[in-house]
């Protein structure tokens, strides 16, 4: 099956004002799951790789990549560190 497009129809492209409707709705949270990796902030201010081991309510238990659970720190999900 041969698929025509009419040369009539405009294709509307999305406006700045569209891009940054989309970007002011962003959560990121929203795709925080159990074994999801993430970058973190630590508590020396270093950026990490962690795995999202427990979600509770607003909180999120993290495992840094290479290092022993004694390392595990709760985040609270909206943390600007993650």
Do not use: C, H
């Not at 409707?21 to 949270?29: A, C, V």
Request: hydrophobic content about 30%; aromatic content about 10%; charged content about 30%.
């Amino acid at each position: 099956m041969d698929l025509k497009l009419d040369p009539q129809t405009e294709v509307s492209k999305p406006t700045l004002t569209d891009y940054i409707q989309q970007l002011k709705s962003y959560n990121p949270t929203q795709y925080f799951t159990e074994g999801a990796l993430v970058d973190v902030m630590d508590n020396n201010k270093s950026w990490r790789v962690a795995r999202i081991t427990e979600l509770k309510n607003d909180t999120a238990t993290l495992s840094f990549d290479g290092w022993s659970s004694k390392w595990d720190e709760v985040k609270k999900k909206k943390y600007k560190g993650i």
